[in-house]
């Protein structure tokens, strides 16, 4: 850094940008002005001396330092969280979250990255291929293919899902077929029939039975990608490639324990793209 003061009003309003994905929104959750907003991320960057977004008509889009000032300045908001709780509530705030299988497993292997190292969060997931009730609180934190149409939800969009055939290299050329009510299932039943080596009603017991060598899976490719052993069998398939958005209601997005779930979750998700 250089020999200008920090503003530690700055640090507060870069998490607001940085998290809602440009000067508007963060303006609604600050209540100051976007032109505000913008100065002020410059005066922080001047300040700090490094790049923190780049700038497009599309929003604010964060650098890598500043995905760096995101992860450790979550990180003090949490011990602050903590340090300033009231006497007796030690009892780490449940967050429930809702997503598809594969999501879920991804999530799941980096638990202790979303949960905080000690944990200052407590996860309960829900997998469903269904989208719940979030205005009636199933859950606080969903994902889904599409941006939330409801007024009382928030939405940030993640990285694009594509799907594609994955199996071993000396497995038979047949399909392990899903039968759920997902795009990808409907997608192989329309193309391949009844001509499955397997059928099963769990998306996860195909990840299963393709790594067991048993056939070729349809899988996302940010979960066959990381499979040691399985390869592509194919090219993606455009027709099943969607946004994922990771959403919650309006009321819930600012609580520090839903904030800290969110991002976690969506550092998490983006370095497993990026592999």
């Not at 990608?225 to 958005?245: A, F, M, N, V, Y």
Request: hydrophobic share 40%.
């Amino acid at each position: 850094m250089n020999e200008m003061k920090i503003d530690w009003d700055n640090l507060h309003l870069f998490l607001a940008v940085a998290r809602e994905g440009g000067l508007s929104p963060a303006a609604k959750v600050t209540q100051r002005s976007a032109a505000t907003l913008g100065r002020r991320m410059l005066a922080l960057e001047r300040a700090m001396g490094r790049e923190l977004f780049v700038r497009h008509d599309r929003g604010y889009e964060m650098t890598s330092e500043a995905r760096k000032l995101l992860e450790g300045l979550t990180e003090i908001e949490a011990r602050i969280v903590r340090l300033t709780a009231r006497p007796g509530a030690t009892e780490r705030p449940l967050v429930k979250v809702s997503a598809g299988t594969w999501t879920t497993l991804a999530l799941l292997e980096k638990l202790d990255e979303i949960t905080g190292q000690p944990a200052d969060i407590r996860l309960r997931f829900v997998s469903a291929e269904t989208t719940l009730d979030m205005p009636r609180r199933e859950v606080v934190i969903g994902f889904r293919n599409r941006r939330p149409t409801e007024e009382s939800l928030a939405g940030r969009n993640l990285s694009r899902v594509e799907f594609a055939p994955y199996a071993r290299a000396a497995a038979p050329e047949r399909w392990i077929k899903v039968l759920a009510d997902t795009p990808s299932a409907r997608w192989l039943d329309k193309t391949i029939g009844n001509d499955a080596v397997c059928e099963v009603n769990a998306p996860r017991n195909s990840l299963d039975l393709a790594l067991a060598g048993k056939g070729i899976a349809l899988l996302p490719t940010f979960i066959g990608d990381g499979q040691k052993g399985l390869k592509r069998t194919g090219g993606t398939i455009p027709e099943l490639s969607h946004d994922q958005w990771i959403v919650t209601h309006q009321d819930d997005r600012h609580l520090p324990e839903v904030r800290r779930t969110i991002d976690r979750m969506c550092r998490v998700l983006e370095e497993r793209h990026r592999q």
